[in-house]
């Protein structure tokens, strides 16, 4: 998610050394703030304290997944080079078209917004064909990764260490039972997890790029990204998100034979984020959803 960081000014000399300035700043997540450097790059500037062996595993999956990046309709991340200057680690990256879908939503009406949302949704069902191949469901990235042989193996046990992060909270929450109902996938491949309305660019009706494919993304059931992207279209995580959106949404899902996974993926989706105290909005959906 998005909202967790606040800004700290960056140093002068690091926009020198990168030969920007603040007023080129395109957007920000939970990770890093991004600039535009010319018409064809940007800087991705992570937040002061990122991991270094998180910013090289996000690039090395990057490089896994440009191998299949014709097989999608929209543009991915890549990373062209990665640089310190001082305590900072920056990677210059291809710049992508289109701005972010939650943008797009606070002021595309009609047609266009339907066509955008299950556009949106199209996207996120096409992630898993970035295909990645792993004898194991679980965490692409990151030092604290679970590996498991059934998907359903890997939704319990994220769920149960994100939900022990906030017992005081979530301690009548049972993170066996969020799983118990998955139907085994025939096979696991690429899964965002994050791929909601901020890290997906658009323009007019069409999405463009989908970006931010990092330390969250698993090895698992493909059907999770569309779920969790309707699931994502609240009003605490998509505030420019209404009420003709999720309808839009949902009966984009019952078209796909997807309806009956909503309520288990939103259920599991909110588990997986309690971990996230610190982001005030997400937090606050994840005890709606669970209490
Ligand atoms: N390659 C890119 N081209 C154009 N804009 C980008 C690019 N990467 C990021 N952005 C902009 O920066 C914002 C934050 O980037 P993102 O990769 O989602 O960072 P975070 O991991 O911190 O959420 C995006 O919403 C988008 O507006
Ligand atoms: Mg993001």
């Given at each position: 998610m998005d909202t967790i960081f606040v800004p700290m000014p960056?140093?002068?000399?690091?926009?020198?050394?990168?030969?920007?300035?603040?007023?080129?700043?395109?957007g920000q997540g939970g990770e890093a703030i991004v600039y535009a450097m010319d018409a064809g790059r940007v800087a991705r500037v992570y937040h002061p304290g990122t991991d270094p062996a998180n910013v090289h595993a996000r690039a090395a999956l990057l490089d896994e997944l440009a191998v299949n990046a014709h097989r999608v309709p929209f543009a991915i991340p890549a990373v062209l080079?990665?640089?310190?200057?001082?305590?900072?680690?920056v990677t210059i990256e291809r710049r992508l078209p289109g701005r972010p879908v939650n943008e797009l939503l606070a002021k595309v009406t009609g047609e266009t917004r339907a066509a955008l949302i299950r556009s949106h949704l199209d996207a996120a069902a096409r992630i898993?064909?970035?295909?990645?191949?792993?004898?194991?469901?679980?965490?692409?990235?990151?030092?604290?990764?679970?590996?498991?042989?059934t998907f359903a193996d890997y939704l319990a046990q994220?769920?149960?260490?994100?939900?022990?992060s906030a017992r005081d909270v979530f301690g009548h929450v049972d993170a066996r039972a969020l799983a118990d109902d998955w139907p085994e996938p025939a096979d696991?491949?690429?899964?965002?997890?994050?791929a909601f309305t901020g890290n997906m660019l658009g323009d007019g009706d069409t999405i463009t790029a989908v970006l931010d494919f990092g330390v969250v993304a698993i090895c698992g059931d493909?059907?999770?990204?569309?779920?969790?992207?309707?699931?994502y279209l609240n009003p605490w995580i998509t505030p420019t998100a209404g009420d003709e959106d999720r309808a839009v949404a949902a009966a984009w899902l019952a078209e796909?034979?997807?309806?009956d996974l909503y309520e288990p993926a939103r259920r599991w989706i909110a588990a997986f984020w309690s971990f996230a105290r610190d982001d005030a909005a997400l937090f606050e959906w994840c005890q709606t959803v669970l209490t």
């Open positions: 960056e140093p002068s000399n690091l926009f020198d050394y990168l030969g920007i300035g603040p007023e080129q700043c395109l080079e990665t640089v310190t200057y001082a305590d900072r680690i898993g064909d970035l295909r990645v191949e792993r004898p194991w469901a679980g965490e692409l990235v990151g030092r604290h990764a679970i590996h498991t042989a994220r769920a149960e260490v994100s939900l022990s696991f491949t690429l899964v965002h997890l994050d493909r059907r999770l990204d569309p779920l969790t992207a309707a699931a796909q034979g997807l309806a």
